[in-house]
């Protein structure tokens, strides 16, 4: 499967804190996307970095990508509480996306 | 509001009774997605549509489900005879064609008794 894990299940750091989370995979991609889900809410669309790329920045989030290792990792710099959320690394290959289990992330005020 | 709406935000229901969701994409887009979403898990590919076309779906859409997009703008999603293990979030998504990134709608929760 395509489909990506993300690593830790679950993270909780103070505010100010960095967070970074990782998604690993099995098979080719064209692409790998990030998505933020509040609670109870639809996924919010983050950041994608192609197969051909290593590395992307968007405002506090920095995404690196390593075909070799089949791997992402997603920093978000300078934590704030409204970025408490479920983080997920979805693979994507010829139209098709798959979602991992994704990252609970916790920001104390 | 121009995101991807769905209808209703919540759904309980008896288990047996059939139920349907309806998602309005994008309105320029012409791919639209269906996906299913347990809790502590991510969501689960159903099916997707290009334009009127349903051009994929998932082992996990049993003959109790069918999705339609009639006109290749709104979609419907129907469950038939539902089940307990039918309780799920139920996500849509759009996109373009050209275009890799899905938008996601905010879910219809059902829950089935």
């Known amino acids: 499967s395509q489909q990506g894990e993300e690593d830790p299940q679950a993270l909780s750091i103070q505010e100010g804190e960095n967070a970074t989370m990782n998604c690993s995979y099995k098979?080719?991609?064209?692409?790998l996307q990030w998505y933020r889900q509040n609670s109870g809410r639809g996924l919010v669309h983050l950041i994608l970095?192609?197969?051909?790329?290593r590395e992307k920045h968007s405002g506090r989030l920095r995404v690196t990508l390593d075909t070799s290792k089949k791997s992402s990792s997603l920093l978000i710099t300078a934590s704030r509480a409204a970025d408490t959320a479920s983080y997920f690394c979805?693979?994507?290959?010829?139209?098709?996306?798959?979602f991992g289990a994704g990252t609970r992330l916790t920001v104390k005020p | 509001d121009t995101g991807v709406s769905q209808n209703p935000r919540h759904k309980i229901t008896k288990r047996g009774q059939n139920v349907t969701f309806r998602c309005d994409p994008i309105?320029?887009?012409?791919?639209l997605y269906w996906y299913r979403q347990t809790l502590g898990q991510g969501p689960e590919f159903l099916t997707y549509?290009?334009?009127?076309?349903?051009?994929?779906k998932s082992r996990l859409l049993s003959d109790r489900f069918s999705a339609e997009r009639p006109k290749g703008s709104f979609s419907t999603l129907e469950i038939q005879r539902t089940e307990q293990g039918d309780s799920a979030m139920y996500l849509c998504?759009?996109?373009?064609?050209?275009?890799?990134?899905?938008?996601f709608g905010p879910g219809t929760r059902l829950l089935v008794l």
């Open positions: 998504a759009s996109s373009l064609v050209t275009e890799e990134t899905q938008y």
């Open positions: 098979t080719s991609i064209n692409n």
């Open positions: 970095i192609r197969s051909n790329e």
């Open positions: 979805a693979t994507g290959l010829n139209n098709d996306m798959r």
């Open positions: 309105s320029e887009h012409n791919r």
């Open positions: 549509f290009q334009n009127e076309a349903q051009l994929e």
